[in-house]
């Protein structure tokens, strides 16, 4: 084959009509056509289904093995266990702990029911969001009237 026609196929550039019948020539040649014989002619191998069978049992027994590596397992314990302690922090109050109470409940109706401090800056705070949400604002400055 001419360099040049062999250059130009490796580039992949455009052939003219001359160069296009040369390598036709050159690919439909006596030595081409016996090595197409040649495959042509060789066996269509399949490999059998007893081999296939215990292809796919070796493989299965592989990935069985590979499936649940230590991470995973692991990741389930751990996730089990933050839920518990999660589920356990809800539930659980530290001792002495209260909820606030409503306004509106008897209980929170006078300040000076209330037995410790928290309770009654609780009442005080809850008083005054009530007061602001209806736009009651009460000043504490009197020289801010005056």
């Not at 209260?98 to 928290?118: C, F, G, I, W």
Request: proline letters at 3%.
């Amino acid at each position: 084959m001419d360099k040049g026609l062999f250059k130009k196929v490796l580039d992949e550039q455009a052939l003219s009509a001359e160069e296009a019948l040369a390598l036709d020539g050159e690919l439909e040649g006596t030595a081409q056509t016996s090595v197409g014989k040649i495959v042509g002619a060789l066996e269509d191998h399949a490999p059998s289904l007893s081999w296939r069978s215990g292809l796919n049992q070796r493989l299965a027994k592989e990935s069985r093995g590979r499936r649940f590596t230590p991470v995973f397992r692991y990741s389930f314990a751990l996730v089990a266990v933050a839920g518990a302690t999660l589920l356990v922090a809800t539930f659980m109050r530290a001792p002495g702990a209260t909820r606030p109470t409503d306004v509106n409940s008897p209980v929170a109706a006078d300040s000076s029911k209330h037995e410790s401090l928290e309770d009654t800056l609780m009442y005080e705070h809850q008083e005054e969001a009530s007061k602001a949400s209806l736009g009651i604002y009460v000043s504490f400055n009197d020289e801010s009237r005056g």
